[in-house]
């Protein structure tokens, strides 16, 4: 079974930094693509960022374009979001989803149906 688990979640001040880690189990990462997406209160859920298997493109949400990082870890199964200079507007619950076939741009990053294995998010507040 496909599972994607959230973590790394938590208050920050802004200005300040984050990792949040999405750590898969049932299949390998490197050969699926990997997108995280974010949900503010009230708010439709909006890509953040997304890595292609195998060495593709990454994509990342002109929002966080130069403060956030997308990466991965093989040997740990694990996807990372490195989130900097933190905003209040970061604030959101964050979800990673993995999906095979398709290789990261601006339409999977945006595309949460394109996606079909979701973890159970993880939240970030970025508050004084």
């Known amino acids: 079974q496909l599972q994607v688990v959230e973590s790394g979640g938590g208050l920050v001040q802004p200005g300040g930094s984050l990792r949040l880690s999405c750590a898969a189990s049932?299949?390998?990462?490197?050969?699926?693509?990997i997108g995280w997406f974010r949900q503010a209160p009230g708010k439709e859920r909006e890509g953040v960022s997304c890595i292609s298997s195998s060495g593709g493109p990454t994509y990342y949400a002109d929002s966080v374009k130069g403060r956030f990082t997308i990466s991965r870890d093989n040997d740990k199964n694990t996807v990372y979001l490195q989130m900097n200079s933190l905003k209040p507007e970061d604030k959101a619950v964050y979800y990673c989803a993995a999906v095979r076939g398709y290789y990261c741009s601006a339409n999977v990053n945006s595309n949460s149906r394109v996606y079909n294995d979701w973890g159970q998010g993880t939240q970030v507040t970025v508050s004084s």
């Open positions: 049932g299949f390998t990462v490197d050969y699926y693509t």
